[in-house]
């Protein structure tokens, strides 16, 4: 197993949005038929949905007022200071960890173990994939988004549901989704979501096994696999080298 570092300044967007954009190269390792076709295939579809995503919630942003968090909370359209107040009474009603409110530490990124016969892709930064793609669809994918301590107050239905909204967006088809487990971890002394799912598409299950990491940033780190290759063992043993600097 190789050992990799990653800086912290990627992308930016929403609790679920790892999901979404594994999902879209995924659905673009499928549609393809030829390994160069497929890598151009997979930056474009990557840029293509964070494009969209992007444009919907500037667009969103411009027409109406915020009503809710990234974990669907209801709110007013409130100053951030309140806003910072209520979302931390919300978590202790919940009894969530309160601890993300804390953090003032600046990070650098995030550092793990990736399985020898992974390779970064060229096109798309973040993303690995196997030295037999696209015969092999196995595929982890990094990204950082913007800190949202209201993230913490996801529930594995609304994760479910965003994850079903995401990838059916992606893959062009209605998704859904079945959520395996659904914890609550810590990751270098950060709180953390470990996050089992799959789901069924062009007549392949694909599985997927996320960590959401709720530091001064959100690091999402997405490993995924098809049914017709096994790594889930080596994805476990990948998510144990992870940590965060």
């Not at 990491?213 to 490993?223: F, G, L, P, Q």
């Amino acid at each position: 197993m190789r050992r990799t570092y990653h800086n912290g300044h990627r992308h930016s967007g929403k609790a679920a949005a790892g999901l979404a954009l594994a999902g879209a190269v995924m659905a673009a390792m499928l549609a393809g038929c030829g390994a160069d076709e497929d890598e151009a295939a997979v930056s474009g579809s990557v840029q293509e949905q964070e494009e969209t995503v992007e444009t919907a919630d500037a667009a969103a942003n411009e027409t109406a007022p915020q009503t809710q968090d990234s974990s669907g909370v209801e709110i007013a359209d409130i100053d951030e200071e309140t806003r910072q107040q209520l979302t931390a009474e919300l978590l202790e009603e919940n009894e969530k960890d309160t601890s993300v409110m804390e953090i003032e530490h600046a990070t650098r990124g995030c550092v793990f173990g990736v399985p020898a016969d992974f390779r970064e892709s060229e096109e798309t930064p973040g993303l690995y994939v196997t030295e037999r793609y696209p015969i092999d669809a196995s595929m982890i994918y990094y990204e950082v988004l913007d800190r949202d301590v209201s993230m913490q107050l996801l529930t594995e239905e609304q994760f479910r549901e965003q994850a079903e909204e995401n990838l059916s967006a992606a893959y062009g088809e209605d998704i859904t989704v079945q959520v395996e487990s659904f914890e609550d971890v810590e990751i270098s002394g950060y709180p953390a979501f470990r996050i089992l799912c799959s789901y069924e598409v062009s007549g392949l299950t694909v599985t997927q096994l996320e960590y959401a990491i709720n530091a001064d940033k959100s690091y999402m780190i997405t490993y995924t696999q098809t049914s017709e290759m096994d790594r889930m063992e080596e994805y476990k043993a990948s998510a144990a080298t992870i940590k965060v600097r």
